[in-house]
């Protein structure tokens, strides 16, 4: 049977989730990720964009109103799907 590894003098101890994962054993989320909120607004030089809350860049550009809706919808579902 093989020993643990020794902690030398100076070392920071391990993190808990370097911890759990040399035990083998997954690390566990905090918590619910929350959803960030994606929407669409006009861009100043035309067309639409899309945006989410938080980021200052836009997600994507777009011709129409609808199609920026639509892609809305589908990066809504992506993210509700992965959280």
């Given amino acids: 049977m093989s020993e643990p590894p020794r902690q030398r003098e100076g070392d920071l101890p391990a993190a808990?989730?370097?911890?759990?994962?040399?035990?083998?054993?997954?690390?566990?989320?905090?918590?619910?990720?929350?959803?960030?909120?994606?929407?669409?607004?006009?861009?100043?030089?035309?067309?639409?964009?899309?945006?989410?809350?938080?980021?200052?860049?836009?997600?994507?550009?777009?011709?129409t109103e609808e199609e920026a809706e639509q892609r809305a919808e589908a990066y809504r579902r992506g993210l509700a799907r992965d959280a």
């Fill in 16 to 63: 808990p989730a370097q911890r759990d994962r040399a035990a083998g054993t997954p690390a566990q989320p905090a918590g619910p990720v929350p959803v960030p909120r994606v929407y669409v607004e006009p861009w100043p030089s035309g067309g639409w964009v899309i945006r989410m809350a938080g980021h200052p860049v836009p997600v994507s550009r777009h011709d």
